[in-house]
């Protein structure tokens, strides 16, 4: 595909449950981001790679968050026993490299709500 | 990081330009300006990004002031589609993170 995808688009899961959302970034794109958006919010930076390094995960919210890139393209979010204050939307996004003026490119996003 | 200063709403005519402003008095000189939108239930769309001259691309154009102290996007000509949530971004020498604020909720108006 020609963008950055996303899955599953929407996941309701009972508090406690552990979840697996996952982002297919753009074929060749070095860095993948995710970020958090809260409803209303804008955008919250969770963590970064570059290719299979994570190199800032200092947007992740507790220990029961954890992402993986594993090969340097896939790349999942992983969240543990969730919260209700989980709930939010978590979008993925990839750029072809790190330059500091390199645009990134944005996923869809999925749609978490722990019940 | 340098921080933004957006409106919180703008509603603008269809057809019309739609001009959003954005105030950004802490940046560095190294620091660009990102303006990303985000159509609802949709992931964030890079607009156009700019230093210190002004830049124009088949979306919008990016007025930035001699000081750099604050920029405006410009839509030249507005359509419904353009309804969205537009960021004003500014990136930090050397992180490769964007961080967004609120944002402007812009409304085209038939």
């Known amino acids: 595909g020609a963008g950055v995808s996303q899955s599953p688009r929407y996941k309701v899961a009972k508090r406690g449950q552990d979840v697996a959302l996952r982002c297919d970034p753009i074929s060749g794109h070095v860095s993948l981001f995710w970020y958090q958006q809260a409803l209303g919010q804008g955008p919250e930076f969770l963590t970064y790679?570059?290719?299979?390094?994570?190199?800032?995960k200092s947007g992740l919210p507790s220990d029961r968050f954890f992402a993986e890139r594993p090969e340097g393209s896939v790349s999942t979010l992983k969240i543990q026993r969730t919260q209700q204050e989980d709930s939010a939307v978590y979008l993925c996004a990839s750029s072809l490299t790190r330059d500091r003026d390199e645009k990134l490119f944005f996923g869809s996003g999925t749609q978490l709500s722990v019940l | 990081d340098a921080k933004t200063t957006q409106p919180t709403s703008m509603d603008c005519a269809e057809g019309r330009a739609a001009n959003l402003p954005c105030n950004h008095s802490?940046?560095?000189?190294?620091?660009?300006v990102y303006w990303y939108r985000q159509i609802h239930s949709q992931g964030p769309q890079y607009i156009i990004h700019?230093?210190?001259n002004n830049e124009t691309n088949e979306m919008a154009s990016l007025i930035i002031t001699e000081d750099r102290k604050s920029s405006t996007l410009i839509l030249p000509h507005a359509t419904l589609r353009d309804t969205a949530v537009y960021y004003c971004i500014v990136r930090v020498f050397g992180n490769e993170k964007l961080t967004f604020g609120t944002g402007t909720r812009l409304t085209i108006i038939p």
């Open positions: 802490t940046i560095s000189g190294n620091e660009y």
């Open positions: 700019g230093l210190k």
């Open positions: 790679f570059q290719n299979e390094a994570q190199l800032d």
